[in-house]
Structure formats: structure tokens, C-alpha cells
Antibody, heavy 122, light 107 residues
Framework: QVQLVESGGGVVQPGRSLRLSCAAS????????MHWVRQVPGKGLEWVAL????????SYADSVKGRFAISRDDSKNTLNLHMRSLRPEDTAVYYC???????????????WGQGTLVTVSS | EIVMTQSPATLSVSPGERATLSCRAS??????LAWYQQKPGQAPRLLIYGVSTRATGVPARFSGSGSGTEFTLTISSLQSEDFAAYHC?????????FGQGTKVEIK
């Protein structure tokens, strides 16, 4: 079955950087687009970034554009999110998520990791 | 950017009763509307996409309807495991957007 396991969260000071990773298994990783979605505890969900199945297309929410970078390593079945110039408002649980469609991007998410908490605070 | 608005914020329902959740889009999203269920401390789970198509393994008591800007998720007879938060999401246009969620609690 599909497994997505995030790592790399923690407490970081404003202005600093952090890298999140997501180890994927149970499916053909290089056939699916992947997403990062975040959620402030007790609040709604916010899309952060997506990368197409072949890495050729990347899109970002306006709130993180220019500060966050999504990437994938298909040799290791790993999705990454490089976050820099972090702000207190970036504090959230970050979910790694798999797109529903094969070899395209549907923007429907059919599998989610358990999330990793990022806290930006001095 | 499309804004999704869900109502009510909290819905109190007795087990066995019907629950009706609403989701409104600030502009038409055609039929590109999904619903997710999220239990406390857990990741969301895809319930419905394309307004009314249930995801794999989702019980038939969950149904979706609507088009354009107005959508509804109906749970026909609430079971104990259905008490959770529900999020609608449009995927018609970038950026994909979620509503703020409706929490279904036990009355």
C-alpha cells in the first residue's frame, strides 16, 4: 500500500532555512505528481507546492513563491521541500501528498503522509 | 484566486441521522470539486472527487452533489466513525483551494 513518511520538521528561527523530505513507497513514484500541503493546527488546509511526475513542472502558492523550492529524487523515491527565509506564519503541519492521476497532474490528492510539524519562532 | 467557503463551521448531529454540509466557490469550478475527511491527529483522506464520485473504499452513505459554485456533501446515516472534519477543495484552477472545513460532532 502507499506509504508517505515525512521528516525534517522542527523548531527554526525566523529567517532561517529548513528542508523537509518525504520517503515514498508502495507505488511507482516516478509516475505521479507530488504535492506539499500545510495546515496550521486547528485550521484549514493550504496548498504549498506541486511537482509533476517528471519534474518538468513546478508550481507554488503565492505565499511561498521565491522562498520554497520543491524537488524530487526518483532514484531514491523521495520528495523534498527546501524552505528558506522562514516566517512565523509558515508554522504548520506539512503534509507530503500524492496526486491521483498517472503521468499527469489532476490536483486531486489521494494519499497523504502523516505530516511533520514546522514551528518558526525565536 | 478562487475562495471556497464551507458552512456551517460546526454541525451537531446524532448517530443515525443525516448530515448535510455545504461548500460554495467564489467562481465556477465546473465539476472539479473534491471532499476530504480528516479525523483528529490524522491526515486528510480523499472521500469524493468530480463532485460525486466516491474514492476507493468510501461507503455509499457518503454522497456529493452540485455544480458550478454550490456543492453539498451528504452523509445519509451518521456512524460513529464519521464524526470528523470535512474539507471541500476545488481543483479547477491554480492554485487549488480548500474550504476552512466543517466539523461534524456528536449531538
Amino acid at each position: 500500500q502507499v506509504q508517505l513518511v515525512e521528516s525534517g520538521g522542527g523548531v527554526v528561527q525566523p529567517g532561517r532555512s529548513l528542508r523537509l523530505s518525504c520517503a515514498a513507497s508502495g507505488f511507482t513514484f516516478n509516475a505521479y505528481g507530488m504535492h506539499w500541503v500545510r495546515q496550521v493546527p486547528g485550521k484549514g488546509l493550504e496548498w504549498v507546492a506541486l511537482i509533476s511526475y517528471d519534474g518538468s513542472h513546478k508550481s507554488y502558492a503565492d505565499s511561498v513563491k521565491g522562498r520554497f523550492a520543491i524537488s524530487r529524487d526518483d532514484s531514491k523515491n523521495t520528495l523534498n521541500l527546501h524552505m528558506r527565509s522562514l516566517r512565523p506564519e509558515d508554522t504548520a503541519v506539512y503534509y507530503c501528498a500524492k496526486d491521483w492521476a498517472v503521468t499527469t497532474v489532476s490536483l486531486i490528492v489521494d494519499d497523504w503522509g502523516q505530516g511533520t510539524l514546522v514551528t518558526v519562532s525565536s | 484566486e478562487i475562495v471556497m467557503t464551507q458552512s456551517p463551521a460546526t454541525l451537531s448531529v446524532s448517530p443515525g441521522e443525516r448530515a448535510t454540509l455545504s461548500c460554495r466557490a467564489s467562481q465556477s469550478v465546473s465539476s472539479n470539486l473534491a471532499w476530504y475527511q480528516q479525523k483528529p491527529g490524522q491526515a486528510p483522506r480523499l472521500l469524493i472527487y468530480g463532485v460525486s464520485t466516491r474514492a476507493t473504499g468510501v461507503p455509499a452513505r457518503f454522497s456529493g452533489s452540485g455544480s458550478g459554485t454550490e456543492f453539498t456533501l451528504t452523509i445519509s446515516s451518521l456512524q460513529s466513525e464519521d464524526f470528523a472534519a470535512y474539507h471541500c477543495q476545488q481543483y479547477n484552477k491554480w492554485p487549488p483551494a480548500f474550504g476552512q472545513g466543517t466539523k461534524v460532532e456528536i449531538k
